[in-house]
Structure formats: C-alpha cells, structure tokens
C-alpha cells in the first residue's frame, strides 16, 4: 500500500508523555513529525481505519481530528526549518 500524510490533532490527553510514546513505538506508523503542540502529522502505508483504531486506544474519549493530506498541495505556515525539510521528503 502507498504511504500516505495524515494530520492529528487533538485536546490534551490525560498522559501526552504515553500518547507521545505510543505513536513513537506504532509499527503502522513509518515517519511522523511533531512541531506544534497537540498536533502530529504520521506517514504511514496502513490504512486510514487501522490506525484510526490504534488513535482511539491511544487517546481516549478526549477530542481530535484525523484526516489524509496531500504535503504536494499549497501549504504555508510556521515552522522551524527542520519541519519544512521533512515536509519536503515527502513532495
């Protein structure tokens, strides 16, 4: 399966120390970057029900927003330069 972008954001979960760390040792998850607080983007070649799956258990019945983006569109923001350069991997 092609490896997709997917954003995940969401309210502060009750350990984001665990959550951090359970999306840092996720298989299904190949690359993710982590620059701005609450806020995730994954790269992974699973499909988009699997892990939302795995998100559930990680993050409880707190609030969050899960959906696919494309890093090739327009995209602007603020970022440090390390975030750019591993946006850019996937253009």
Known sequence: ????????????????????????????????????????????GSSKGDLYKDLLEAIGNKRFIFMEVDPKTNHRGRLPQEGWDWLEKYQ
């Open 1 to 44: 399966m092609q490896k997709k972008m997917y954003i995940l954001s969401f309210n502060t979960p009750a350990d984001p120390k665990a959550l951090h760390a359970s999306l840092d040792g996720n298989s299904k998850i190949a690359d993710w970057m982590h620059y701005i607080e609450n806020t995730y983007l994954l790269v992974s």
